[in-house]
């Protein structure tokens, strides 16, 4: 093929197949670790690998996954969003509130009726939280750091604003249905885990076979270059920074769901295990690298990590530090991999 | 009729004024050298050209007609295509994603749109080819050296059919080799009625390929002649200041 060939540049070699694409990520490298990690605990404990342990996990990692995924956009694009546990809160707060709302006022024209309404509103409320991250990020100029700091305590403020500090919990004719939709599973598989399979499917395409995808990229690795090249940035960055919200609201009405409430506490700090499972995964934070794969794979490590530990009865505060040096190792080997390579 | 005129063209950022009252021509075909010391406002003139920047006074005119450029994608669509001076490269994607960035070749498939990845590879690898550049055309740019990057930048002007081509300095980082590769182009360019603004601070490409050349100094236009009629020693002395004007 003429794009292998390098006519009369003997010293310029074909690039061999593990040195380019997922292989050569960190993603690849942490997931190779996980495996390693896997078979370790399995070996090591009896009850890892059960069916019940293996829910467990599943579930339990479906709780930030879809949030992460959101998250791993937005740090392509070179941004980060501190605001994704709070919108996690409110959301599932509208969601909620408004199917207590509906019940009270008797309005349910069709079953289903209420359950859409307030799902619409609630992830309403995300994009709408998602728009001005993007809008204060992509045309004020303001750093996603601070501007997604401040959200993060004025959503959560309001969280706690609506329910009086308390929480409100789904009710109605639909409450079945939204536990169903939440926690519920198909074929023995929790349905979190089917939304969240579904929603990296979609997005790997999307970064991948759509021109969308490559101006996420570029932006992340060179923002001018895209402006230069006609890319409507601010459109895109916009964008991302409304489907993180989405993703993070849709998470927290699962999570409702699990919990059978919606406490105005809920998913709180859950931001920063959220960003360290995106890195652990290969967001790089300065922007350009990261994919659907690796936000799963770091969501996955972490998890398998903390079941492990509790398996093992390690006293459970030692997970933070744990997860922590993890961050810095995963970092640490992708340095050293890139000094090699260059 | 004149292909594109600058009239007056004056441009300010804060208290410094980088052009002052420029005016001048390019007629179709015509291969026009742009010199000058740093700083001089070359470099402003062409992303005036190229919808970047709006002149605080002035105007374009487009075959005759006045032209409002707002940005780089509606100059594109008119017909400017340009080679940025720090080449406008995104270095986590491929040659020919770079090449094809904001204007991808799309399949339709429902009411989705999906990259004709193929297609955009082929066409990366003709227009290497084109340029006889050893560039490949799926290699991240991040691992390029200067020169293939330079190709990168230059192969992406190509995909459309430009009425003219800016060049912010296509030669400053390539080999002698490469360098007369571009300068071929250039001259494949203006046998195909395509008109060049090239910007160099390399006196021998100026003198090889164009036909006219226009002098900068601190943001005014100080000469703009036929190059039969100049020489190498005038033009050094216009942009040093050597000479006022010429
Ligand atoms: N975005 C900007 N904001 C403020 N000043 C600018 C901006 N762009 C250019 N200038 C100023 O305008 C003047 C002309 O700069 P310009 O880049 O056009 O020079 P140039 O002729 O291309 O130089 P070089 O040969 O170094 O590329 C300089 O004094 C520069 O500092
Ligand atoms: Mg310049």
Redesign the pocket.
């Given at each position: 093929m003429m794009s292998d060939t390098v006519q009369g540049f003997s010293n310029v070699r074909r690039t061999r197949f593990w040195q380019k694409g997922f292989l050569a990520s960190q993603s690849a490298y942490v997931l190779a670790a996980l495996i390693v990690l896997i078979i370790i605990m399995a070996l090591a404990s009896p009850n890892f690998l059960t069916g019940g342990n293996i829910g467990n996990i599943v579930r339990n990692f479906s709780f930030i996954a879809i949030a992460a995924l959101g998250m791993t956009l937005v740090i392509i694009t070179g941004g980060i969003d501190l605001s994704v546990g709070s919108t996690m809160a409110l959301t599932a707060t509208v969601t909620s509130l408004t199917m207590v709302g509906l019940n009270g006022a008797g309005f349910h024209p069709f079953p289903g009726s209420a359950l859409i309404i307030s799902l619409a509103a609630g992830l309403g409320t995300a994009g709408l939280i998602g728009f001005l991250n993007g809008f204060a990020i992509a045309k004020l100029k303001l750093s996603p750091f601070v501007t997604t700091l401040g959200t993060l305590s004025i959503v959560r403020g309001l969280a706690y604003v609506t329910t009086y500090g308390r929480g409100t919990a789904p009710a109605g004719p639909d409450k079945e249905l939204f536990l169903a939709l939440t926690s519920g599973q198909i074929a023995g598989i929790p349905v979190g885990f089917v939304y969240l399979i579904a929603i990296a499917l979609i997005m790997w395409t999307a970064l991948n076979h759509t021109a969308w995808g490559r101006h996420v990229y570029a932006i992340g690795g060179n923002e001018s270059a895209g402006r230069l090249t006609g890319v409507n940035v601010d459109r895109v960055k916009i964008q991302v920074y409304m489907l993180s919200a989405l993703a993070a609201g849709f998470n927290g009405i699962i999570i409702s769901g699990w919990l059978g409430s919606a406490p105005a506490n809920l998913a709180t700090a859950y931001e920063l295990t959220i960003i360290a499972a995106a890195v652990i995964g290969g967001a790089n934070l300065a922007g350009g690298v990261g994919g659907a794969a690796g936000a799963i794979i770091g969501c996955i490590l972490i998890e398998v990590i903390r079941n492990g530990l509790v398996l093992a009865r390690v006293d459970p505060y030692w997970q933070q530090t744990l997860v922590g040096c993890i961050i810095v190792a995963a970092v640490l080997v992708d340095r050293f991999r890139s000094l090699r390579n260059t | 009729m004149a292909l594109l005129e600058l009239k007056n063209v004056t441009k300010d950022?804060?208290a410094?004024r980088?052009l002052n009252d420029v005016s001048f021509s390019v007629e179709p075909g015509q291969v026009v050298g742009l010199m000058?010391?740093?700083?001089?406002?070359?470099?402003?003139?062409v992303k005036i050209m190229s919808g970047i920047f709006q002149p605080t006074t002035g105007s374009l005119e487009l075959d005759g007609k006045a032209a409002h450029i707002h940005s780089p994608g509606e100059a594109r669509s008119l017909g400017i295509e340009t080679v940025y001076?720090d080449l406008a490269l995104a270095d986590n994607l491929s040659a020919a994603d770079n090449i094809f960035l904001g204007r991808e070749l799309k399949r339709h498939i429902g009411p989705f749109r999906f990259l004709r990845r193929r297609e955009m590879n082929a066409r990366a690898v003709e227009l290497f080819g084109e340029l006889k550049s050893e560039t490949r055309a799926s290699d991240l740019v991040r691992s390029m050296s200067g020169g293939q990057r330079q190709a990168v930048a230059i192969a992406r002007t190509r995909l459309a059919d430009a009425k003219i081509i800016l060049m912010?300095?296509p030669t400053a980082a390539i080999s002698v080799r490469q360098v007369a590769e571009v300068l071929g182009l250039i001259h494949r360019l203006k046998d195909a009625g395509i008109a060049v603004i090239l910007?160099s601070?390399r006196m021998p490409d100026v003198f090889a390929v164009c036909e006219r050349v226009i002098v900068?100094r601190r943001?005014t236009k100080v000469a703009d002649k036929p190059i039969s009629q100049t020489s190498p020693e005038e033009v050094t002395a216009l942009i040093t200041g050597a000479r006022e004007t010429a």
């Open positions: - | 950022f804060g410094i980088a000058g010391d740093n700083g001089a406002g070359k470099s402003t003139l001076q912010d300095e910007i601070h900068m943001g």
